[in-house]
């Protein structure tokens, strides 16, 4: 019978009006004939999200549905197991960083539904920083949630038994290979002739992307460590567009990607994204304190991880062996290579590729190809060079200004 129920599911996509009646029968949410509302708020390209909220009492839930394929192209299958992931590492989140992540109230494994917490008094960042909010607690904020997520689910904190069962929990090789294929190859190769180009660039997109060996084998590097590396969990799409903010702090949300993977991949997508946000302040002439705050919160993100990642070795780690203070700094120095390379190469696959970023693609149009190109050489420079950037950001100043002659 179970599995007649969830064959049926499948063709049992949410709306609006069957959400209510969703919503309704979640024992001891809504009472009993209160009136209920719902609105849709998917915006992602992959899952189902809606608002159902009471006009009495103004309680509300989000619920978040996935499907046997992807939202914005239904005719591509995506396992609907994705939703176990997001829950489950949301879940764990919320244990070892308690308040980082929107609070889950349910899980359909039927449905593949979850039921969670309304963040109404949230934003997200990406709107945010389009608008040139800054947010001075982020960078400390966000790299002691990072430190700790992959503190407590790496070797320097778990036994070799524990990391091992947790990355049972976390195999995840449809959402990992989408990352594989769209960040690493796609967007080295243009191998699906899916990459999107504005006209008159295609040229420079050959020469500066596709037929630059050096960059394919630093491609090559991050996409090996990325498919083979099991340092802690990650969040895996931890872009601004992940991130619920306010003036009090942050929620991390749309964990589906989450697998047990190379720490620095979640500190370089958060990185990359910020360096979108300042170079499109460069392009619009927005405010210096904009700009200063953002790359200022890329070097308090890196500082800060070392520190808070250091201190909770210090603390906790108990391993005889593992416990090197020399071998703890070589670690952190590759994590934090890795992170500003991976950091590049989400500027270059977010630049060329299929899945863009509203930092660029809202600009004014005379803008984009002065913008994209600054983009495509700023992300290379870092890909090349990633720990000049480790040791010094402020150098994108000087960089971004002349990509910008
Ligand atoms: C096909 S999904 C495209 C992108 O959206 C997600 O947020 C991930 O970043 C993925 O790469
Ligand atoms: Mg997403």
Redesign the pocket.
């Known amino acids: 019978m179970k599995g007649k129920i969830a064959l049926y599911s499948k063709y049992f996509q949410l709306t609006t009006e069957t959400a209510v009646g969703y919503a309704r029968n979640i024992a001891g949410f809504f009472n009993p004939g209160e009136q209920l509302s719902c609105s849709e708020l998917s915006d992602?390209?992959?899952n189902y999200v809606f608002r159902v909220e009471s006009l009495e009492s103004q309680k509300s839930v989000i619920i978040k549905q996935a499907t046997g394929s992807?939202r914005s192209s239904t005719h591509m299958e995506l396992t609907d197991e994705r939703i176990g992931f997001e829950v489950r590492s949301l879940r764990l989140m919320d244990r070892l960083v308690p308040n980082s992540v929107p609070k889950i109230y349910r899980y359909d494994e039927i449905m593949k539904c979850c039921v969670m917490e309304d963040l109404k008094d949230y934003s997200v960042m990406r709107q945010e920083m389009l608008k040139f909010c800054e947010f001075p607690f982020f960078a400390e904020k966000i790299s002691d949630f990072l430190a700790k997520l992959h503190y407590f689910t790496g070797v320097f904190y778990l036994s070799g038994a524990d990391k091992k069962n947790l990355a049972k929990d976390f195999v995840n090789p449809e959402l990992c290979g989408?990352?594989e294929r769209?960040?690493y190859t796609e967007s080295i190769t243009n191998y699906l002739w899916r990459n999107v180009v504005p006209e008159g660039l295609d040229e420079f997109v050959q020469e500066t992307i596709y037929c630059c060996k050096d960059l394919h084998h630093e491609f090559a590097r991050r996409k090996s460590e990325f498919m083979t590396i099991s340092q802690s969990l990650i969040h895996g799409?931890l872009?601004t567009g992940s991130i619920f903010i306010n003036n009090d702090g942050f929620k991390a949300f749309d964990s589906e990607?989450a697998f047990m993977g190379p720490s620095g991949y979640d500190i370089g997508c958060i990185v990359g994204n910020l360096l979108f946000a300042y170079i499109r302040a460069c392009v619009l002439n927005g405010p210096e304190s904009f700009k200063q705050w953002s790359l200022d919160s890329i070097r308090e993100i890196v500082n800060s991880y070392r520190k808070i990642f250091k201190m909770l070795f210090e603390k906790n780690t108990q391993d005889p062996t593992l416990k090197c203070e020399s071998f703890i700094d070589d670690y952190l120095n590759s994590v934090l290579e890795c992170s500003l390379a991976n950091a590049g190469i989400e500027i270059i696959r977010r630049t060329v590729g299929k899945?863009k970023v509203d930092d660029i693609t809202d600009l004014p149009e005379k803008l984009i190809l002065e913008t994209f190109k600054c983009s495509l050489l700023l992300g290379k420079e870092i890909t090349l060079s990633p720990v000049d950037f480790v040791q010094n950001i402020g150098i994108v100043r000087q960089l971004v200004e002349d990509y910008l002659k």
Do not use: K, P, S, Y
């Open positions: 992602g390209n992959i992807m989408i990352t769209l960040v799409d872009h990607f899945a």
